[in-house]
């Protein structure tokens, strides 16, 4: 089986080039080529030799998706790919285009174990995980196509990223190597169901993303009803994983809620949740449940004097404007299926 040249970081790179009987200094080109130039041929790396160029081809896989399919919103211009992976699979990515530049919400795994109650993504199965080639593929084929040079990265598309902890922390890594891509992982969110375990690790890791928590309810019982994941990490862990993420990092973390009609949008909601997070001087992010097939909620209409009651305590809230409704591309709407 060939190697897959995209997920190297520079040292195996080195490695690898060694084995096929290139010079250390090649890596570099190489590199360069991958990870700045974006190329996907080996036929295009014109300060090689043809031969080496020949032995390259027969040794590494360089392509790790294509495009099966393009949406565009006709409401906000965000566009929806469907890449198709080597193996078959599918998965989706969203190009959301803001005033302060583009932004990527990228997929990290074919499919989701995590079973929440008001996503798509896991309708259909856990397929695999991606490998780091598939995340960085999803940036450098989107920014190829649209011609648009994306700022900031949200993992937030279809998986869980900390399920997926190895290969997502080797895409961070390959994603702002300064000789590579080179983005500041400042301008990268990491959105997690609550896996308090992995966030402990991530937390060790100081990489300095933002961590974004899909909360959604700030008592066990509601919780539990909309993410299994709390039966396992109640919510007493998770806080004590955030309040670690914090002072470990230093990273405010971000707090997803979906309002839900009748479920979580209640004064008393918003009072409790004000009384969990408050201590940790953090960030939430209301957000309007989406229609997706499986979703039998509705979305609260109580969005504006649910926001109103958390800031009035001194919580920094906003509302999150939804895109892409049109192709759903909004949150917990990516399935990763071709109709
Ligand atoms: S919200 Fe995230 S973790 Fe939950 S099922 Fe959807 S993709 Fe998986």
Redesign the pocket.
């Known amino acids: 089986m060939k190697t897959d040249i995209l997920s190297l970081t520079p040292e195996e790179l080195q490695d690898e080039i060694t084995v096929t009987g290139g010079q250390k200094f090649r890596a570099e080109q190489i590199f360069n080529w991958l990870h700045v130039k974006k190329t996907t041929n080996f036929s295009e790396m014109s300060n090689l030799s043809e031969q080496f160029r020949q032995k390259l081809t027969a040794y590494f896989c360089i392509k790790p998706l294509i495009i099966r399919k393009k949406l565009v919103s006709e409401y906000d211009y965000t566009v929806k790919y469907l890449y198709g992976l080597n193996d078959g699979e599918n998965i989706e990515t969203v190009l959301m285009k803001y005033r302060h530049g583009a932004s990527l919400c990228i997929s990290t795994q074919a499919g ?1 174990k ?3 109650a008001f ?1 798509a ?2 309708a259909y199965g856990f397929k695999r995980n991606l490998k780091p080639s598939e995340m960085l593929g999803q940036l450098y084929e989107t920014e190829r196509d649209s011609g648009i040079d994306v700022k900031s990265i949200v993992l937030m598309g ?3 990223p900390l399920d997926n902890f190895g290969n997502t922390v080797k895409f961070l890594r390959l994603l702002s190597d300064k000789s590579g891509r080179n983005m500041s992982l400042r301008h990268v969110s990491l959105s997690t ?1 609550g896996l308090s375990d992995r966030i402990d690790e991530l937390a060790k890791l100081k990489l300095g993303l933002t961590l974004s928590v ?1 909360l959604h309810a700030a008592d066990d019982k509601t919780r539990s009803r909309l ?1 299994p994941v709390n039966d396992v990490f109640n919510i007493d862990r998770l806080m004590a994983s955030c309040r670690n993420y914090f002072k470990e990092t230093g990273r405010r973390i971000s707090f997803e809620y979906a309002l839900i009609k009748g479920l979580n949008d209640s004064f008393e909601a918003a009072d409790r949740l004000v009384k969990l997070i408050k201590p940790l001087g953090a960030h939430v992010n209301l957000i309007t449940v989406n229609p997706t097939l499986k979703n039998t909620h509705h979305a609260s209409g109580n969005a504006k004097v649910f926001y109103e009651r958390l800031t009035s305590s001194g919580i920094n809230a906003t509302i999150r404007r939804t895109l892409g409704a049109d192709i759903n591309a909004a949150c ?1 709407q990516l399935r990763g299926q071709e109709n």
């Open positions: 989701c995590m079973n929440c996503c993504s896991g279809i998986g869980e169901c899909s993410m917990g």
